[in-house]
């Protein structure tokens, strides 16, 4: 059989990247019990959960809490201008923060489930990012058109 499968090539067809070929064991790799791999996959999605609400608290908390931070400078400060900058930093600080924990949670979620007996090779970071965007921008329109927004005017009085 040729050997131009990308995952076991480093991802080119003509040859392999020095350090990128398959790992080969002296022998095979013991598997946990099944109790064992009961509990892998139950840190796995507590894993999980932790990483959706990290990135879930992206498109909320955060920002409500740096805009609280944004105001108390500009109250202090005088200056809005200052605080502006320290909303606009702060958020894309944390944001930037919060990815990057998010991206290390899924690290160890992929280990985790390959631990519980799954052939887990990809993460689902960017699929959580989306999702949890989509959540909220629902929500957000769900309270801006319904809740908060226009509906009260519109509203016969």
Do not use: K
């Not at 931070?69 to 605080?83: E, K, M, P, R, T």
């Amino acid at each position: 059989m040729a050997r131009n499968d990308p995952t076991d090539t480093g991802g080119l067809f003509i040859g392999r990247r020095p350090g990128t070929g398959p790992l080969h064991y002296r022998g095979d790799p013991q598997r946990g019990g099944a109790g064992r791999r009961r509990l892998d996959g139950l840190l796995a999605f507590l894993v999980l959960v932790v990483e959706t609400l990290l990135c879930l608290s992206v498109w909320g908390p955060q920002p409500v809490a740096w805009l609280w931070i944004a105001s108390q400078v500009s109250y202090h400060a005088d200056n809005d201008f200052l605080g502006i900058v320290v909303a606009f930093f702060g958020i894309l600080a944390s944001l930037l923060v919060t990815l990057a924990l998010a991206n290390r949670l899924d690290r160890v979620w992929r280990l985790l489930r390959r631990a519980a007996g799954h052939d887990q090779r990809e993460g689902l970071v960017a699929r959580i990012f989306a999702v949890t965007a989509v959540v909220a921008l629902i929500a957000f329109g769900v309270w801006f058109l319904v809740l908060e927004g226009p509906a009260p005017s519109l509203a016969p009085g």
